[in-house]
């Protein structure tokens, strides 16, 4: 079974500083997505940034960057010009191209925005 | 507005008083499925469906049931709730075969005394 795993569970980031979480996975497949959601005090769970195996190219969304290492199976989230607004629980998931919709995710890192 | 509604937000019950959490989308995804959140294991897959009448088994399926006999329904069961069934569970929906990520509902905190 595919396996998601997040080292840490705990992140804190002065306001406006970068901060890295990181994200690596275990599959036998090629063809897959990984996301990074945000789940903020609200439990909304919000998609922050997707990326396609088969695209070298990392995906970026505004503040936020990815860097995809498909050979070592890392998924890493960079948030740059952190905001306090950032501050909620990071989730990686796998999602498998053969497997319809279906998600794994893993266990979650909490980030703390520091003003 | 799209969504996917889950109702109660909360409930407290009592052990073996059986409860249903309702799930509803208005995007006509095919595809729905519920997981439960847990401190320090993430969100773990109870159930899923992929169409009408088609449902399966994720990873933690025990002590729940699920139906689908509606493409915007999908609702989650506990027969006879345990204690150990308190969590936060997430209703998700999505497109099947594209890259399209799972649209969630806004969650229900379920507390089993």
């Known amino acids: 079974a595919q396996t998601v795993t997040q080292s840490q569970p705990e992140m804190s980031v002065q306001e406006a500083e970068t901060v890295t979480l990181s994200c690596t996975y275990d599959?036998?497949?090629?063809?897959?997505?990984l996301f990074w959601y945000k789940q903020p005090p609200s439990r909304q769970m919000i998609l922050v940034i997707r990326?396609?195996?088969?695209?070298?190219q990392n995906a970026t969304e505004n503040r936020f960057s990815v860097n995809f290492q498909k050979a070592a199976k890392s998924f890493s989230l960079k948030i740059s010009d952190s905001q306090l607004g950032d501050a909620a629980m990071y989730f990686c998931?796998?999602?498998?191209?053969?497997?319809?919709?279906?998600?794994?995710f893993g266990e979650g890192t909490q980030l703390t925005v520091n003003p | 507005e799209a969504q996917v509604t889950q109702n109660p937000r909360y409930l407290i019950t009592v052990t073996g008083k059986k409860l249903t959490v309702t799930c509803s989308q208005n995007m006509n995804h095919e595809y729905m499925s519920w997981y439960r959140q847990d401190p320090g294991l993430g969100l773990r897959q109870i159930y899923y469906s992929m169409n009408v009448e088609v449902t399966d088994k994720g990873d933690v399926p025990e002590g729940y049931k699920v139906s689908r006999k509606e493409k915007r329904n999908f609702p989650l069961i506990l027969e006879s709730p345990s204690p150990n069934q308190t969590s936060l569970y997430f209703c998700?929906?999505?497109?099947?075969?594209?890259?399209?990520?799972?649209?969630f509902g806004d969650g229900t905190r379920l507390s089993i005394l």
């Open positions: 990326q396609e195996a088969y695209k070298q």
């Open positions: 599959t036998s497949e090629s063809d897959y997505y």
């Open positions: 998931a796998y999602r498998e191209e053969t497997s319809g919709s279906r998600l794994t």
């Open positions: 998700a929906s999505s497109r099947t075969g594209e890259f399209q990520p799972q649209h």
